[in-house]
């Protein structure tokens, strides 16, 4: 029988290494004060660690970092948590809370000019982008311009095509109503002429240097577009002959579109005076979308300077900077409401930056006419909406001024008749009344002002004339009929002049027609606002009506139909709840509102659009066969012009969802003591008085459908909170490996967060968090702390302090995907193990062609340096740095594998130093996983831009000093002995320490905002890690010992 050594000798190998087990007990850690006396630092490359058994690895750590079962317990619990978050606001976000969409098809037979003259004489982008002009067939039939010129701005990855709808909608209206008018001729109405820009589906959200060139190509073609009316009325002399040259155009953007119309402002080659009017459909104004592009928050930045100095009073009073003025500019913020996935709807509010007087934010639900909601693409081609918009853009037309539209004041009528429900907040004191003056003469005597008035007429009635005079103790009238205002019915104001016969009295009237809005029709049949079926309702307060004693209404006689007028008092039909947030989220709200043909609710605690509710509306013992309407309801909200209506009411007891637009994140809460009346959430209930009983309201917040109203608005804080723990964990390994000589691995760091540094941080963010809500308010004058800081930038940007927690449940949610992503990359480097022996036993592969174990010092050396030259001039010149950024995370997936076959194979041996080093190894890794997102939306940019043939480089992307820290580390670490060095010294120490906390801390408060900073500050901790491996390596001991030897030799040779 052979020796069991022998055996062992013959079945091993040639090739294989000869492993020797090390019995010998293991050596005893030095004292943390032994350590510190020591100012050299020592790592596993050039000095041997102890031999350790991997059983005992956690007992050596301090039991902070154990992960004891009920430690495991809680990581999985976590990781379910978040899970299970995830989940419910993805579902809630795609099925809960959103609006029913009742848009029409439109129908279009469409052609595209391009304009082969905007060359590379004009335009430096003409290679890149192009510009077309649109023609609908049967309709448009020259291929040159001949009336008003409108250029159309396409979003991310949007298309030139997009415009279609609007254009086909502005000619089918044009040529049958406006082309054979002679009095719309002689005001200056014109047709449309629509440019469209085809930029290539371009990821415009993405990258701000695309906005940038965008932008710059756009103002050279409203150059060329502005000087193709000159030839064309050369062509066409007799009906153009008399005009003015056009000087300005007429903008319509679409999603990023807008934000490039307001950019192209800022530019050297904008033109002033080139654009005067803007309609933005679904533009983020106040926020990016996505803000890992340092350049977009930049140009978010500039426009908003931009636009707040350009309708300052120094500007307009002075006329300083004229190319800067913006007082003749109007815009217009269209926003689609909850079916808008894309962009957040509340981000298109312009009223930050922008005066009343220059246009407003309204939503496609409060458009008369349209009353739907409209979801990202189809607001560009929802019948009902494009119809509305296309008229009012002809509206504001006239050709016989060189800016070929009328004034501001002119122009923000239209918008606002058009666009806005008209049951906003008159005056008060009748001077915006249109109104129209007849007289006549009455007989029959006039009811007395002590008589409480409520006129109800239905069906089949003669020609008639009543009278409403005005109420004791009521200040305004509200009417209501099915019938078109100025047909069957006529609203008129009257007073009387005297009466000269005995029963005869002389009146004077004004015709009121124009206070009559449509509202949508409320009835048994109808079940959704954009039914097609409308009402008409007018208000008007007695202050109003100046010295008119009468509301009158003619009718003229019919057999169908309705109307309903009564008089009110507004202080008693208005309810104010001042029930807290809190006392809504424990109890909910229950009113009751009296018959009335209209009464108003106002719940000043509900601002914020980050909750959904169940409103409930219900009115017992009705006869439904006697009453003409069932009840329905309007909400508003001050902020933006946003109104929903909610029809057929209170007959089926079933809930309906509620939700609402307002501020968004990182925007000052402060309100002026004017606006503290209107803050919070209208409801305005119009029921048929004719049954005596209340009208029962129920509302609560729906939670499960508020999760992903949530998750929609702060999604970007997952990316801060993922960098945060992952900085965290490396933190706290660090300091266990400086400690113990041990490094951890990431659950183990993970424990050590979750037992100390995470609720201290979780402490102080919560008081940050309270604090700000409050600061938003004002209260930073109360309290002597630094004024520089802007509390709204900080954090999430919230100043509900309903929502004070919201910055820690990103922060939880935040661990658990970390702790997941932590199993699946640990999963992954293991299967990635399995590939080479795979290829070596069964394809005979060597998967590791090259082996670097022999290679001398000089020979690494020489091959990093041309490495990372090679690097820098592609990068400098050819590609991104975010295209290099990605090779180096799959290298180091590559050195992470290696990395765990070298610890597996050497694990007989008790040594702890490939475990260091792999764990240290994939806690890179996992910071690299939370930089992607940095870096691959802008790579995409770039593909798409060789795709598309356009291969001149972004100056903002080939910035080589962006990646020099991650080449180099990367390439760094390469080598088999390679990991951070021991830190013995208290300097470095707490050097490394302070870096690492002090980044921790900025990306608290600014990374969600700025969130392009994380990538950036990443940079600087890359950079001190690298100086950390120098200080440790033979180069430096090198320069340390020249230094010696040659500087101060010759310093003290000039001493002597």
Partial sequence: ???????????????????????????????????????????????????????TTQALLPSIYHLTRASRLLIFCIIFLSILGITVIIDSFQHHQRDKSGCRMSYMRPYYIKQTGFDSEMTRFAGKYGLYLYREADHDYYDYPTGVPVLFIPGHAGSYKQVRSLSAEAAYYYYQHYAQDNDAWNRGVRSLDFFTVDFHEEFSALHGQSLLEQAEYLNDAVDYILKLYIQSRKLDPHLNSKLPDPTSIIIVGHSMGGIVARTMFTLPNYQPGSINSIITLSTPHILPPVAFDWKISQIYKDIYRHWTQGFSDEIQTNNLHHSTSLKDVMLISIAGGTLDNTVNSDAANVGPFLPATNGFTVFTTAVPHVWTAANHVSILSCNQFVKVLAKSLLDIVDVRRGSQTQTLEDRMRVMRKALLTGLEDRRGDGSDLMLDTIQFEWQQPLPKDDQDERLIILGDRPSAMHFLPRSRGKNAYAVLTDQLIGQRFDLLLCKRIKEYEPNRTRMECRIANSIAVPVPASTKQDTDPFSGNEFRFASIAFAEMSDYEYVAIRDKGGRFGFLIAESFNTRENTQVISTSMIGIAVRGIRASVKPSLFSSIRIPSIENSMLGYHLKLSRPSCDEAKMRFTPFLRQSIASMHESKFYVNLASNNEETELSLHGRTAFSSAAVGQADIDHR???LQVWMDPVCPQPVNLELSIDWYGSAGRLGFRNGIMLATSTFIIVMLVFVAQIQAYNNTGIFPHFGQGLMYCLRRTLPIAMLLVSLCSIYQCFASYALEDMWDLPHHIKWHDVLAGNSDPFFWWLPLLGLLLGVGIMSLLWLFVEASLRLCTLIPPFFQRYLDWQFWPINRAAESRQRRLQRRVITITILFILVATVITYQFVFVVAFFVHIVTCTRSLIRKRAILSRSDRKETNRYHYMQSVLLLLITLLPFNLPILLVWIRNLAVHWYVPFSSDHNVLAIAPFMMYVEALISERNMLPRQTSRYWRWTTYFIFYGIIAYAFMYGIKYTHVLYLISNYLVVWLLILHFRDSRYCRLVYHYALEHLFTLGNKKLS
């Avoid at 050596?27 to 660690?49: A, C, F, Y």
């Fill in 680 to 682: 919070g959430l209208l």
């Fill in 1 to 55: 029988m052979k020796d069991p050594d022998s055996l062992s000798k013959e079945n091993q190998s040639p090739s294989a290494p000869h492993l020797r087990i090390d019995r010998s007990p293991p050596i005893p850690l030095r004292s943390r004060d032994s350590s510190n006396s020591s100012s050299r630092t020592s790592s596993p490359s050039n000095s041997p660690s102890p031999p350790l058994s991997p059983s």
